[in-house]
């Protein structure tokens, strides 16, 4: 038997490895997706990557966290493809551009825009930051039924919270209808269509349009009740959809 790669960064191995993976930014996050699985396993903790495997409803899934940013984003992306995830769903959280999207609301995205640096090493930008379609149209489908409150639509991501444009920044893309800005769903797209990993990503909405940055994460931190119910909400979408996705899997096998 060959020597079992364990990963350098997330510090996994294939015998670790689940189909599917959801992705938080925050290795607290891990925490509360554990509650809602069964039989878990910690895998590791190293630097910002933070890991478990569970199941729920019978279907295999790992936790991993990201970190902040595109960069981290894509080595878990890449490490935990070549351990053999083919599916991988971020649940973060973003800051709204858009006055109707109120705190703890959801965006479901289909597609974003690439301002930051991980993605335009990979590729040129003419290359699409998209998700799956099908796993997109699951996470609708899942988010109607459930009657959630929720947005659809584009993001930016970018690389820095504290240029001293960030107003005007904020402003021109709110003005080209782009719905609210994150630091990881451009890198989790490219990166994850370049493996030909199945992608989506979910954002939990924690600062409102033309609210305090400084004010709303702190509230978020502290656990303020309209974003608490809005990770809590992106979390269960996405496990719902992935056992969605799992039977449809294994009903084109």
């Not at 997109?136 to 993001?155: E, F």
């Amino acid at each position: 038997m060959g020597k079992v790669s364990v990963q350098p960064h997330i510090q996994c191995s294939s015998l670790d490895a689940a189909p599917y993976a959801l992705l938080p930014g925050d290795p607290m996050r891990v925490e509360k997706v554990k509650s809602y699985l069964k039989n878990v396993k910690e895998i590791a903790f190293n630097r910002e990557y933070k890991s478990i495997v569970g199941s729920y409803k019978g279907v295999q899934v790992m936790v991993v966290s990201t970190g902040i940013g595109g960069h981290s984003t894509a080595i878990a992306v890449e490490e935990l493809s070549r351990i053999g995830v083919h599916t991988m769903i971020r649940i973060g959280s973003c800051g709204a551009l858009d006055s109707k999207i109120q705190l703890g609301d959801l965006i479901i995205i289909d597609g974003a825009v690439r301002d930051e640096g991980t993605s335009k090493a990979y590729i040129d930008l003419s290359y699409p930051a998209i998700p799956d379609t099908k796993l997109l149209m699951n996470l609708i489908l899942s988010a109607k039924s459930s009657a959630l409150p929720y947005h659809v639509g584009k993001v930016r991501s970018h690389d820095s919270f504290y240029t001293d444009q960030e107003d005007e920044i904020d402003s021109y893309w709110a003005s080209k209808g782009i719905l609210g800005s994150d630091m990881e769903t451009a890198a989790l797209f490219v990166v994850g269509g370049l493996r030909g990993v199945h992608t989506a990503s979910i954002l939990n909405n924690v600062v409102t349009y033309k609210g305090e940055l400084e004010s709303g994460i702190s509230h978020y931190v502290e656990g303020e009740t309209q974003t608490a119910q809005g990770e809590q909400n992106e979390i269960e979408l996405a496990l719902e959809t992935l056992v969605i996705w799992d039977k449809q899997i294994k009903e084109e096998i």
